[in-house]
């Protein structure tokens, strides 16, 4: 997975968990724990994750028969960072205009380029489900996957024991650049990721019905479990505190749980 699932801590000092930490560290039945491998890097988008050495990462790991295929990886691929020149260059700017006096979110979104992105990171998620079918030795093997929740642009971007700057803002610099109004900044993250919510639920319904073996994509709705406006369960534009991720693993755990054993 992505940093949902991996990202980076110092001691854990002021640093948030992540919802792969916040799983393992939930209370389970009869003291019960997951045996959980971890397999991913803050900052792989959907196209590193199915190739090359991820993907035959994964695809050896498949061959233990594991339960669960615990999935994020699509954050990337909308507000991820690239190097141009020695320059880290934010994404997200290509998928939103100039602003000329749109009144909403989804107005201020370069809906071509959105579908464009969305078109190929579903068919990512699509790509993993064939490799379970394929490959997996438990040919009912869950893959669980989430759809985030409704970032927040501001100009904070991830830092080490909240001093030292290390990454980001990932959204911020590109909603000024195009001078997009403050009032409408939590609007276009939610305009994105409803459709990013929408089509990856199309897809598990597709796969789900139409697979001759037992894998199945399951989909855990995790869009609108924070507080809306509430900047306090965030650490940065795009994580989550430690707050926020234990009331997001619930979301997960409500599929995991009674499929579990």
């Not at 699932?5 to 009869?30: E, V």
């Not at 893959?143 to 803002?169: C, K, Q």
């Amino acid at each position: 997975g992505d940093s949902w699932f991996k990202y980076p801590t110092i001691f854990d000092q002021g640093a948030p968990i992540n919802l792969i930490r916040a799983l393992d560290s939930a209370h389970q039945p009869h003291g019960a724990r997951y045996f959980l491998n971890e397999h991913g890097v803050a900052g792989a988008t959907s196209d590193e994750l199915t190739s090359g050495d991820y993907r035959d990462d994964l695809t050896r790991s498949l061959q233990h028969g594991y339960d669960f295929l615990l999935l994020s990886m699509a954050g990337n691929d909308f507000v991820g960072t690239n190097d141009v020149d020695g320059q880290l260059v934010t994404t997200f700017g290509q998928f939103i205009v100039d602003f000329d006096g749109q009144t909403t979110g989804q107005d201020v979104l370069d809906q071509h380029a959105v579908s464009l992105r969305l078109d190929e990171t579903i068919a990512n998620y699509q790509r993993i489900f064939r490799l379970c079918e394929g490959h997996s030795a438990n040919k009912n093997i869950q893959i669980v996957t989430h759809t985030y929740d409704f970032v927040m642009p501001t100009d904070r971007g991830a830092s080490v024991l909240n001093r030292f700057h290390v990454r980001g803002p990932w959204m911020y610099g590109d909603l000024v650049k195009k001078h997009i109004p403050r009032n409408l900044w939590n609007d276009v993250a939610k305009a994105f990721l409803s459709q990013f919510a929408a089509r990856l639920k199309a897809l598990a319904d597709d796969l789900n019905s139409h697979t001759t073996t037992g894998v199945r994509l399951l989909v855990a709705d995790t869009q609108g479990t924070l507080p809306a406006g509430d900047s306090s369960y965030w650490i940065n534009e795009i994580h989550p505190k430690n707050i926020g991720y234990d009331l997001l693993v619930a979301k997960l755990q409500e599929i995991i749980d009674p499929i579990r054993d």
